[in-house]
């Protein structure tokens, strides 16, 4: 510690040296925390380096660690990828929301008819694919596809037949 503290010093300071180029005792002792005599700035100076420490090689992974850290590796992409195709369905959303907006002005009613089809289609493709995504993710928990909703389950014993059917007298 009184090695490295000289070592610290900045060379040709006349804070941290003397005239004689040798370090001053009380800013060794201040940096140290306790006094120091010169004899023991001396024997400090004097006293060979201590060799540095190599840094070890890391050691070889298990296979059990080399599968951990593909598993999450693995996760880490998936989550990304998932990212990703959340992003591609907002674009294609925004793509067909401007592509129905630009063209409604201009076109035909058989045009008009075709471009909502259009995207009640890619609306329902977008929904099947959700749907696939929520059963593969049942299927991965090991829930039934056939569960009921929490909306369901709560209506049922109020009504006896579900959610409420609007725009019926029942």
């Not at 060979?48 to 050691?59: D, K, N, S, V």
């Not at 996760?75 to 990703?84: A, C, S």
């Given at each position: 510690?009184?090695?490295?503290?000289?070592?610290?010093?900045?060379?040709?300071?006349?804070?941290?040296?003397?005239?004689?180029?040798?370090?001053?005792?009380?800013?060794?002792?201040?940096?140290?925390?306790?006094?120091?005599?010169?004899?023991?700035?001396?024997?400090?100076?004097?006293?060979?380096?201590?060799?540095?420490?190599?840094?070890?090689?890391?050691?070889?992974?298990?296979?059990?660690?080399?599968?951990?850290?593909a598993d999450q590796l693995m996760n880490e992409k998936?989550?990304?990828?998932?990212?990703?195709?959340?992003?591609?369905?907002?674009?294609?959303?925004?793509?067909?929301?401007?592509?129905?907006?630009?063209?409604?002005?201009?076109?035909?009613?058989?045009?008009?008819?075709?471009?909502?089809?259009?995207?009640?289609?890619?609306?329902?493709?977008?929904?099947?694919?959700?749907?696939?995504?929520?059963?593969?993710?049942?299927?991965?928990?090991?829930?039934?596809?056939?569960?009921?909703?929490?909306?369901?389950?709560?209506?049922?014993?109020?009504?006896?037949?579900?959610?409420?059917?609007?725009?019926?007298?029942?």
């Amino acid at each position: 510690m009184l090695k490295a503290a000289i070592d610290s010093l900045e060379k040709g300071n006349p804070k941290h040296f003397t005239n004689d180029d040798q370090p001053r005792v009380d800013v060794v002792s201040e940096m140290v925390g306790r006094e120091v005599s010169r004899k023991e700035i001396t024997e400090a100076m004097l006293a060979p380096q201590e060799p540095i420490a190599r840094a070890q090689p890391a050691p070889e992974l298990t296979a059990a660690e080399k599968f951990r850290e593909a598993d999450q590796l693995m996760n880490e992409k998936l989550r990304q990828l998932t990212i990703l195709q959340e992003e591609i369905k907002a674009i294609e959303y925004q793509r067909v929301t401007l592509e129905q907006h630009a063209g409604l002005t201009q076109r035909t009613p058989q045009q008009d008819t075709d471009a909502r089809m259009k995207y009640i289609k890619k609306q329902n493709e977008i929904r099947m694919a959700k749907a696939n995504e929520t059963n593969e993710i049942r299927k991965k928990l090991g829930i039934p596809s056939n569960v009921k909703s929490p909306l369901d389950l709560a209506m049922s014993p109020q009504r006896g037949k579900g959610r409420p059917k609007f725009g019926t007298n029942t």
